[in-house]
């Protein structure tokens, strides 16, 4: 049975090395950010511009692996049913809904839930770095870089499956933001297998 994280909320859990992660958007069209850090030295994180430069492109679906900022392979991406993810933008917090939204008393965001939820396993605030974020659909203009935010390509049970190439520490959310999920916040689910 896949475990379920709740709207607006986040959770952090080991992988270890060859097992998979499997993130299911159970109603379609909601977000969740990733986090992966080494195990045996959290100072080793996700990296969107290693990825970036290795696959020399934006976008990352089946085939394609996840770097650290030590340039080793962290998440290989082994399943995908969307097509379309994230991975240039922060996760949400405080400050991005004082920014982007204007928000007077701002709730905490992806950034709180997953600083809370990795906190046990020595990752401090200044350590987490931008996310893959799993169904987020940004459009970016190729001339000008512009950014767009759109509603998730997902539909209820769409998923995408990552293996572990090395142990990991996962932080994971159902997100936050509004215009990230079409306005709504709903669950996420996963499951290691
Ligand atoms: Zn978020």
């Known amino acids: 049975m896949p475990h379920e994280i709740a709207p607006r909320s986040g959770t952090a859990f080991t992988l270890d090395l060859g097992q998979r992660l499997t993130v299911i958007d ?3 069209q909601q ?15 996700l990296s969107a ?22 340039s080793n392979g962290m998440l290989a991406i082994v399943e995908d049913s969307v097509g379309r993810h994230d991975f240039l ?17 701002p709730h905490h965001g992806c950034f709180g839930n997953l600083a809370a939820a990795l906190a046990p396993f020595g990752v401090e605030e200044d350590m987490i770095p931008a996310a893959f974020n799993c169904f987020m659909n940004v459009q970016v203009d190729g001339m000008s870089g512009a ?17 572990a190439r090395m ?17 709504s916040f709903k669950p996420i689910a996963w499951q290691v297998d």
């Open 167 to 183: 142990d990991l520490v996962i932080g994971l959310t159902a997100c936050s933001a509004p215009q990230s999920n079409n306005g």
């Open 49 to 70: 511009g290693r990825t970036f430069d290795y696959a020399s492109k934006i976008f990352l679906t089946r085939g394609d692996l996840l770097y650290s900022n030590r």
């Open 31 to 45: 977000v969740a950010d990733l986090l992966a850090f080494n195990r045996a030295d959290v100072r080793e994180a």
């Open 89 to 105: 933008l922060t996760p949400c917090s405080k400050d991005t809904f004082r920014i982007l939204y204007g928000d007077k008393d």
């Open 147 to 163: 950014l767009r935010v759109e509603p998730p390509m997902s539909k209820a049970g769409d998923r995408i499956t990552f293996e």
């Open 26 to 28: 159970p109603r379609g």
